[in-house]
């Protein structure tokens, strides 16, 4: 699979779990507002409607999380980087992602051996498997890694900034051409 290829997939992929992370948002603020009108008009706010919206949060905060890390827009602080040379700020980045990445692996463990210890766990007020509402965990934890590791091989930070340079008449090396 070639570099456009894999660029392709994973943005497509971003795309839909940023899709899937807002449909759950909308849903989550339906079911919250449905318990308080339940709660405050009725008198009786909805058994499973609390256990649904933290679920729906869950998903929706680790999926959003794991498209921002293909989008690359999570906070970082580049202070350091921009006072270093540009191999240095390549590597800098290179090392960020590395650890975005190895942080994806241990959700992708760990949350897999949450899901799996806590899957025989009902919730009670929604019947489904405890384990069910964590196993956004290691799917967006494998999603952050594959995301990660596409941007330590194909860095659309040094794109952009060539792209500038060369809008400039100068090469990435910092000659003029």
Request: net charge negative; aromatic share 10%.
């Given at each position: 699979?070639?570099?456009?290829?894999?660029?392709?997939?994973?943005?497509?992929?971003?795309?839909?779990?940023?899709?899937?992370?807002?449909?759950?948002?909308?849903?989550?603020?339906?079911?919250?507002?449905?318990?308080?009108?339940?709660?405050?008009v009725l008198g009786?706010?909805?058994?499973?409607?609390e256990q649904s919206a933290l679920t729906l949060m869950i998903w929706f905060i680790f999926l959003g999380g794991a498209a921002g890390v293909r989008d690359g827009f999570h906070i970082r602080i580049i202070a350091v980087e921009n006072m270093v040379?540009?191999?240095?700020r390549k590597l800098m980045r290179m090392f960020s992602n590395a650890a975005v990445g190895l942080c994806g692996l241990a959700m992708l463990w760990w949350g897999g051996e949450?899901?799996?210890?806590?899957?025989s766990h009902v919730i009670p007020?929604?019947?489904?498997?405890?384990?069910m509402a964590y196993l956004?965990?290691?799917?967006?934890?494998?999603?952050?890694a594959i995301f990660s590791l596409e941007r330590i091989f194909d860095d659309p930070?040094?794109?952009?900034?060539i792209g500038e340079l060369s809008a400039f008449g100068i090469s990435a090396e910092g000659e003029e051409e």
């Amino acid at each position: 699979m070639s570099n456009n290829t894999l660029a392709r997939v994973t943005h497509k992929a971003a795309d839909a779990l940023l899709i899937v992370s807002a449909i759950a948002l909308l849903m989550m603020t339906f079911i919250v507002g449905w318990q308080v009108f339940g709660r405050y008009v009725l008198g009786s706010s909805p058994s499973w409607a609390e256990q649904s919206a933290l679920t729906l949060m869950i998903w929706f905060i680790f999926l959003g999380g794991a498209a921002g890390v293909r989008d690359g827009f999570h906070i970082r602080i580049i202070a350091v980087e921009n006072m270093v040379s540009q191999p240095n700020r390549k590597l800098m980045r290179m090392f960020s992602n590395a650890a975005v990445g190895l942080c994806g692996l241990a959700m992708l463990w760990w949350g897999g051996e949450l899901v799996v210890r806590t899957w025989s766990h009902v919730i009670p007020s929604l019947g489904i498997p405890r384990g069910m509402a964590y196993l956004a965990i290691p799917i967006a934890g494998a999603l952050t890694a594959i995301f990660s590791l596409e941007r330590i091989f194909d860095d659309p930070a040094e794109k952009a900034l060539i792209g500038e340079l060369s809008a400039f008449g100068i090469s990435a090396e910092g000659e003029e051409e």
